[in-house]
């Protein structure tokens, strides 16, 4: 089930009835309904990888205990280790294994060997692996650094594990925030329900009209990207860029409005990373709970930034490629993840890397100074060329890609494959960016005027818009679910 | 909350009017002699897509047909009568730019009459033909449109109530409601109506697969349809011409034309020469240059005719 089906906006609402007005006073019944509910959310897709979420939960959980159970640092790790090595094996299993057979195999074939293709998996990517998969690492990782008592109550943990508005495409919650809330009494709050309700509107808006209308372009773009000048190579991968955030921050938006109408909050994913004034600020703004995960279980055990430049460059370039890696089992995002460290490293070595941990652009003022606008135009064209990688299906469509925007500096009139007025798009485009450009400052609350005029236009202007970029013809499935 | 539900809808339905975003419906009925038609003398426009990609004027003239010109057929004068379904209708098109009107373009001194009407198959067409039997017999070339797929379903005539049904208060009343139908042509509903045909083919599931027929047995049952309906209702194949799509058509199907006498325009050859899209964006209907070339094997075939 997606959030943008017919199927959800039947199941959300009778989930929320059952939830606050049946169950209202039982958190245990609540934690089995949620449990229940987001079973049946999954297993809509394919209900025999419940299975796997299933098992991911049972290791965790009977991890966590075991842990707990010992002083022993040794027996300790080594249960930690059971839980990195279960889910790292059913990520190798499922994402990675053919990619590194696949690899083995062209490498032989480098040197002249042909080997056959006889010991690959066929097996189909089970929606959001990588998303539960970390998430129950983070619980065994949180209770081994003794951030986290372990619990005994395995059906809220299960719930934990499974809770469904953020299950296939994150945002990834630490154990120590999410869980917390699943063992506490959560009452119904009006407020949070409507804030709820707003961002699940603005992720609505952000998937089927700035996502969904602009992929059909993209998709042709990349598609023919060998008969195509500069100028629409440039258009498509620009595009690509406001699409994949369209798409992802979009469902982001959906699972925290979502998970705010069960008295859950959830941490924010997405912090207008289009207006960062470099890539370190960028990062912190991306994929937040992405970037948290690994700076807390791999950068900072690592050593992080204490040791030598050497050292810390060492592991900027581990976290990067590791991130990239977990995009998926392709030469693209390893690519892709080297790139943005590579991006990043002069960051770091200027010192510039948390300048603007706590700010965002034009902090104090309507409008931003010239070098804001030009540090903001700089990354998003850095980021935006990465994501030449991101976005093709091979390595060498990649290169192909960035050969022909080198070679080929000419303008051409795009035009859009289905017929529409092209400028009906760069209008939207403009305008979404202004638009977040006003709210920078709260990602979680788009509707924030505090005219009730204002907010009704907003509203309307919205709901409009969807209506007037709404293709029934478009794939609506989540960029992020092949990850 | 409710209350902005409410209001919102409300602005929504008022910036659909007033940018026109979505079409509007002729009232269509069905006549005394049992022939189903649009409601005279209408006005309205047709919107195709989303943003309105497709914007066009419709005008039913006095015979209940979308056209800039009165049927009067004359024995001096020569007529051509285009019957068919939406393709002919034309409802995609500005009427004053219509395929008739392209054909008269080209030959001088020639009424095109287009009985265009969504959803005619031959049984619509020959039926309606034979009604008006007075009135086409002063027509000198009368053209039909044939889909073999879907216009020879049935062997005889009988009103179509699925699209009747489209007359009901329920659907007026909804109708009334511009959001609802701009909500539904851009396909907002199109998931719910999947979900239900789901849920109720699951069913029909059994009933279907033994309704299922092959092929060859579908062309046959076809061809005994066309024969039954050209039986019922007459066809004159002196002034009667069949326009198809000869590569989407079965050979058997030709085949029997052929040897039979029916003639028929093939207009494949034409609309695959072209090098521009003949077709709209939205539809499979043929947009502009489409109808200058179907005008084209129109007028050159009549051409050929008159001076022989």
């Given amino acids: 089930m997606v959030f943008n089906s017919l199927e959800f906006f039947i199941f959300l609402p009778v989930v929320f009835i059952l939830y606050w007005f049946v169950f209202k006073n039982h958190l245990k019944a609540q934690n089995v309904l949620l449990l229940i509910a987001s079973y049946v959310f999954y297993g809509m897709w394919d209900w025999r990888f419940l299975s796997l979420i299933l098992l991911s939960t049972c290791v965790d959980y009977g991890v966590g205990l075991k842990i707990d159970a010992t002083t022993v640092a040794k027996q300790r790790k080594r249960w930690l280790w059971v839980s990195v090595i279960f889910n790292i094996g059913l990520l190798g299993c499922f994402k990675y294994y053919n990619f590194f057979v696949d690899s083995w195999i062209d490498m032989f074939s480098v040197f002249g060997y042909e080997l056959k293709s006889t010991w690959m998996l066929h097996v189909v990517l089970p929606v959001g692996i990588s998303f539960y998969t970390f998430q129950t690492m983070s619980y065994s990782f949180d209770v081994y650094y003794k951030k986290l008592k372990p619990t005994s109550d395995f059906l809220s943990f299960a719930a934990f594990v499974s809770f469904f508005p953020q299950l296939v495409a994150g945002p990834i919650e630490r154990a120590s925030n999410l869980m917390s809330q699943i063992f506490n009494k959560r009452t119904f709050n009006y407020n949070q329900m409507v804030s709820g309700l707003k961002l699940i509107l603005w992720g609505l808006f952000k998937k089927i009209v700035i996502a969904d209308a602009i992929g059909p372009i993209v998709d042709d773009i990349f598609a023919n990207y060998n008969s ?26 959906i699972a925290i409005g979502t998970s705010k109408l069960f008295g859950i909050e959830l941490m924010s994913n997405f912090k207008f990373p289009n207006f960062s004034r470099n890539v370190a600020e960028y990062w912190q703004r991306w994929h937040i709970s992405l970037s948290t995960w690994f700076r807390h279980y791999i950068y900072i055990p690592l050593g992080g930034s204490r040791g030598s430049t050497l050292k810390s460059i060492r592991n900027i370039c581990i976290i990067f490629l590791v991130s990239g890696f977990w995009h998926g089992a392709n030469w693209t995002f390893i690519f892709w993840g080297g790139f943005h460290a590579l991006a990043f490293i002069p960051v770091f070595l200027l010192g510039r890397n948390a300048v603007y941990k706590d700010t965002v652009i034009a902090q104090n003022s309507i409008f931003p100074s010239f070098t804001e606008l030009g540090q903001v135009l700089l990354t998003f064209v850095i980021v935006t060329f990465s994501r030449i990688f991101f976005r093709s299906a091979s390595i060498t469509e990649a290169f192909g890609f960035i050969h022909r925007l080198c070679t080929n500096f000419t303008y051409e009139t795009y035009l859009h494959p289905l017929g529409y007025r092209m400028m009906d798009y760069y209008i939207l485009i403009i305008l979404f960016v202004v638009y977040e450009y006003i709210i920078r400052k ?22 409009l818009a969807m209506l007037l970029f709404y293709d029934s013809n478009v794939d609506r499935s989540f960029i992020y679910f092949q990850f | 909350m409710l209350l902005y539900a409410v209001l919102i809808a409300l602005c929504l339905e008022v910036v659909i009017r007033l940018l026109h975003l979505t079409k509007d419906y002729p009232v269509r009925y069905v006549d005394e002699f049992g022939v189903e038609k649009w409601v005279p003398n209408q006005r309205g426009f047709a919107v195709t897509g989303i943003r309105r990609q497709h914007f066009s004027e419709y005008h039913i003239n006095n015979s209940g047909y979308n056209s800039y010109r009165e049927f009067h057929p004359t024995p001096d004068q020569v007529e051509i009568a285009l019957v068919g379904d939406s393709f002919i209708e034309g409802f995609h098109q500005q009427y004053t730019n219509s395929i008739g009107k392209k054909i008269e373009q080209r030959l001088k001194d020639v009424e095109v009459y287009e009985y265009g009407y969504a959803g005619y198959d031959f049984a619509d067409q020959l039926h309606m033909i034979n009604t008006y039997k007075e009135t086409f017999d002063l027509v000198d070339y009368v053209v039909l449109g044939l889909k073999f797929e879907n216009d020879l379903t049935r062997s005889s005539y009988t009103v179509v109530q699925d699209r009747m049904k489209l007359e009901t208060p329920l659907y007026k009343t909804l109708r009334q409601s511009k959001l609802l139908v701009y909500l539904q042509n851009v396909g907002t509903f199109d998931a719910a ?26 062309q046959d049952q076809y061809i005994i349809n066309f024969k039954r309906l050209v039986h019922t209702y007459g066809y004159d194949k002196q002034r009667f011409t069949l326009l198809l799509d000869a590569a989407q058509t079965p050979p058997i199907f030709l085949k029997y034309l052929e040897d039979n006498g029916f003639r028929y325009l093939d207009f494949s050859e034409p609309l695959q020469a072209s090098k521009t899209p003949t077709n709209l964006i939205y539809d499979m209907h043929w947009n502009n240059h489409g109808r200058t070339l179907i005008a084209e094997l129109v007028a050159d075939f009549v051409a050929e005719n008159i001076e022989k």
């Fill in chain 1, 442 to 463: 709260d990602e979680r609350s788009p509707f924030l005027f505090t005219s009730k005029v204002v907010r009704f236009i907003m509203y309307t202007i919205v709901v």
């Fill in chain 2, 193 to 218: 109506k999947s979900l239900l045909s789901k849920i109720t083919s699951v069913n029909n599931n059994n009933k279907a697969i033994s309704k299922r027929s092959s092929e060859t047995e579908l």
């Fill in chain 1, 228 to 253: 195509h000048s500069a100028s629409t190579l440039i258009l498509g991968v620009t595009l690509f860029s406001f699409q994949v955030y369209g798409d992802f921050s979009g469902y982001s938006d």
